[in-house]
């Protein structure tokens, strides 16, 4: 079953990989086109929701490195999105291992408040899924460095509904992306932000065929945004 569903997702990864030299730490300068036109073009569409994920240079949650986006369409097809970042710190050995995103990777690439300044109207005009409340953490400790306004997004934890969806995985396997990813037949890199974000999504999406397939009521948590969830 969870098979049949997974079929019609069709993501589209959408992004760049640059990369060395860790320059100077600076702070975002109003202007530079040459660092705007490096953040790829953002999908365009009517969409559901989307999903977030971050993964950063070091044990600092501001330290974000790469930022990935994955654009629910109404009928389910997915279009993913990602950008390196500069975090303008020190990139942490067992972080880079882990990811395989280091400083030479991040050469020329925009940092985050210029990336945040392109994302920020496209975030906040739907709601934002993530797997567990890292993401949202990591996005407010990187506007509070960046001297930016704290954002007000929508987020839901797709963790919360992954728990409600198969209560049978705790303490057997858990909910975390690894397990979930045996479980439903995800296919996924981990540790890869534009991947991880799209198998947020897709874990929200099996988790409402599950919810139809119990026949529960099914009402939208957030109306304005059509978003599907049992409250």
Do not use: Y
Not at 15 to 40: E, F, S
Not at 71 to 82: E, S
Not at 86 to 91: H, K, V
């Amino acid at each position: 079953m969870t098979h049949s569903v997974s079929q019609k997702f069709q993501p589209h990864l959408r992004g760049w990989w640059l990369a060395p030299d860790h320059p100077k730490p600076r702070l975002h300068q109003q202007g530079n086109t040459r660092q705007a036109n490096m953040i790829p073009h953002l999908p365009k569409g009517d969409f559901r929701f989307i999903a977030l994920d971050v993964e950063t240079a070091n044990g600092d949650s501001a330290s974000i490195c790469q930022i990935g986006l994955a654009f629910v369409h109404h009928g389910g097809a997915i279009d993913t999105w990602a950008s390196f970042v500069d975090p303008l710190m020190p990139f942490a050995p067992f972080n880079t291992e882990l990811h395989g995103i280091g400083a030479g990777t991040v050469r020329n690439a925009p940092n985050f408040a210029e990336v945040f300044t392109v994302l920020r109207d496209t975030l906040a005009a739907h709601p934002l899924v993530q797997h567990s409340r890292f993401d949202e953490k990591a996005m407010a400790a990187a506007c509070r460095i960046h001297k930016l306004p704290k954002p007000n997004f929508q987020w839901i934890d797709s963790v919360a509904v992954a728990r409600r969806a198969w209560p049978e995985l705790k303490g057997n396997g858990g909910h975390g992306l690894a397990s979930l990813k045996e479980r439903l037949g995800l296919s996924f890199k981990h540790h890869d932000a534009g991947e991880d974000a799209r198998a947020a999504a897709e874990v929200i999406l099996h988790a409402e065929a599950v919810f139809s397939a119990k026949g529960g009521a099914i009402r939208p948590a957030i109306p304005a945004f059509q978003l599907k969830l049992p409250l």
